[in-house]
Nanobody, 124 residues
Framework: QVQLVESGGGLVQAGGSLRLSCAAS????????MGWFRQAPGKEREFVAT????????YYTDSAKGRFTISRDNVKNLVYLQMSSLKPEDTAVYYC?????????????????WGQGTQVTVSS
C-alpha cells in the first residue's frame, strides 16, 4: 500500500513561485514512476509532470516546460514540483500520484495511488 501527502500549495501572485512537496510511504515507492497532475474547477484532470525512479526520464506538459521542475529524493521518499513564473491559468488542485511501474505515462488513469491534493491559486 502506498500513501501520499502533498504540501506547499497556497495563494501567489502571477509571476511568483511555489514548491510543492509530496511525501510518499509504502513498499517499493523508490522504484516507481511518480507524477504531478492538476485539476481546475470544471475541467478534467491533466498531466503536469512525471519522473521515473532514478530521475533520468522526466516529462512535462507543454505549458509547464521551462517553468516547472520535477525532482525526487529517494532517501527521504519525497517528490517536488518547483513552479515559477506562475500564471492564473495554473490555478488548480495539484495531485501527487504513483504509477506502480518503472516507466512513466502522462495518462492519469495509469496511476493507482493519489494524494489528497493541494490547492494552488495564482492571482492576476
Amino acid at each position: 500500500q502506498v500513501q501520499l501527502v502533498e504540501s506547499g500549495g497556497g495563494l501567489v501572485q502571477a509571476g511568483g513561485s511555489l514548491r510543492l512537496s509530496c511525501a510518499a510511504s509504502g513498499r517499493g515507492v523508490k522504484t516507481y514512476c511518480m507524477g504531478w497532475f492538476r485539476q481546475a474547477p470544471g475541467k478534467e484532470r491533466e498531466f503536469v509532470a512525471t519522473i521515473n525512479w532514478n530521475g533520468d526520464r522526466i516529462y512535462y506538459t507543454d505549458s509547464a516546460k521551462g517553468r516547472f521542475t520535477i525532482s525526487r529524493d529517494n532517501v527521504k521518499n519525497l517528490v517536488y514540483l518547483q513552479m515559477s513564473s506562475l500564471k492564473p491559468e495554473d490555478t488548480a488542485v495539484y495531485y501527487c500520484a504513483v504509477r506502480t511501474e518503472y516507466t512513466c505515462s502522462s495518462d492519469w488513469t495509469g496511476f493507482g495511488y493519489w494524494g489528497q491534493g493541494t490547492q494552488v491559486t495564482v492571482s492576476s
